[in-house]
């Protein structure tokens, strides 16, 4: 029987809560690469990425042999019980691949909140103490302390307090809302003077580029000043690379653009290529801290998100997806830098490599434009092409197309956002 994506959406929504948020109003029956195609044989690209999972696009062959060779040995032991190989070789692995060339140690979870969770446990057993400190903007996850550290209310921590103490704001430096690095970081200041002193402060977390927050970047004034405010007082700073990672900011993370090393990193999202996986690697001495039994999880590191993982970590190497991203990326910014002109709403095209957005704004001004925003996602899904929002204010569109995509493809996918842009 043909199914009908009129029918799938009825059953949705008296099958399924309202709080899952659903954007397409189609159902994917099948993709490959950078293309996916709904129960109706209606074929987009994907600028999606499954929220920046598919850096290596969907069901890549060395991905699929890999995970159908795992499953022919076993699918589940659970590691703490009996262990396997290939979860020390894949922790070895982001060991020598993360910035720093300090003694590392990396352990696996599910979900990218579980390994910000278990950074902040971590920091915590390292350290003695219980404070932490993010950014507003800053996405860390929908668990109560992912949702604490979230630096964004709706829809994230509406309705849903009270949420764990001890975790504070700053705020994030973004220029185009009058907001400067010196302006972050003398509010750290005034944080520790009124809320909460350096000395019962655990860890600051990051993230290098914000994800949900709007794509906005760090600047390395600001890393550099966390960096010695955490030297400074012995708090641990804690990059949270969940989105930015694999490749997507034009180097395999994005801290390796600030030429500093964080003393815990959270990874997931495009690390397994589509399967549930993420990791948390850090300082030796620092992982170490929990007792045998603090970390841990029954699914935590399975074995066939490993077995995924290795394949992708392979193909990023062997495909030069660093480099071909940073190209790519390149050609976007061109593209959207040369319509700005014909858009008065485009305020600001950011971002690092293939990490890229654009903001929209009223004209002549800075105030956010979600409305325009919401109309150019819409022109480009009619036209065949998957882009997200996000952002404080939902008036930023980012790009999260898989690094493999065909050049056809992608030059077929920016005539679709130049059009979407400019109504023609």
């Not at 830098?337 to 704004?361: D, H, I, N």
């Amino acid at each position: 029987m043909k199914k009908e994506n009129a029918d799938l959406l009825r059953r949705k929504e008296a099958a399924t809560p309202r709080g899952v948020g659903v954007m397409a109003p189609f159902f994917v029956a099948r993709a490959e690469n950078s293309e996916l195609w709904d129960v109706e044989g209606r074929r987009f690209i994907d600028f999606a990425g499954g929220i920046a999972v598919l850096n290596t696009g969907h069901r890549h062959p060395r991905v699929v042999e890999a995970v159908r060779a795992q499953l022919d040995a076993f699918t589940h032991t659970a590691y703490q019980i009996v262990p396997y190989e290939s979860y020390i070789s894949l922790a070895e692995r982001l060991n020598a691949v993360t910035p720093g060339t300090h003694a590392k140690k990396t352990t696996f979870f599910s979900t990218g909140a579980e390994a910000v969770e278990n950074a902040v446990k971590i920091a915590r057993a390292a350290t003695g103490r219980t404070g932490v400190i993010a950014f507003s903007g800053a996405f860390h996850g929908r668990t109560m302390m992912g949702m604490a550290l979230t630096g964004k209310v709706v829809p994230y921590k509406a309705g849903f307090g009270p949420f764990p103490g001890e975790v504070f704001h700053v705020p994030f430096p973004v220029p185009l809302h009058g907001v400067s690095v010196a302006d972050s970081l003398k509010a750290l200041q005034v944080l520790f003077k009124a809320d909460i002193e350096p000395k019962r402060v655990a860890a600051i977390i990051i993230e290098p580029v914000q994800g949900e927050g709007g794509f906005y970047v760090a600047p390395p004034e600001l890393m550099q000043g966390l960096r010695k405010v955490c030297d400074e007082h012995g708090i641990l700073l804690i990059a949270d690379e969940i989105q930015t990672g694999f490749g997507r900011t034009g180097k395999w993370f994005a801290m390796d653009h600030y030429g500093l090393a964080p003393d815990l990193m959270t990874m997931a999202k495009s690390l397994a290529g589509g399967f549930p996986l993420s990791a948390l690697t850090g300082r030796a001495e620092v992982m170490d801290a929990p007792a045998p039994g603090g970390l841990g999880g029954t699914y935590a590191g399975s074995p066939m998100a490993i077995a995924a993982a290795h394949a992708v970590l392979d193909v990023m190497e062997e495909e030069k997806l660093v480099e071909r991203g940073n190209r790519l990326g390149g050609e976007l910014r061109d593209r959207l830098l040369a319509v700005k002109a014909k858009v008065p709403q485009m305020a600001e095209v950011r971002g690092l490599g293939a990490m890229l957005a654009v903001e929209f704004c009223q004209p002549g001004g800075h105030t956010p434009d979600p409305e325009f925003t919401q109309r150019v996602r819409a022109r480009a899904m009619e036209r065949g092409l998957i882009l997200l929002t996000c952002g404080v204010y939902a008036n930023v569109i980012r790009f999260l197309f898989p690094l493999t995509i065909p050049e056809a493809q992608f030059a077929e996918a920016l005539g679709i956002i130049e059009g979407a842009l400019t109504g023609t």
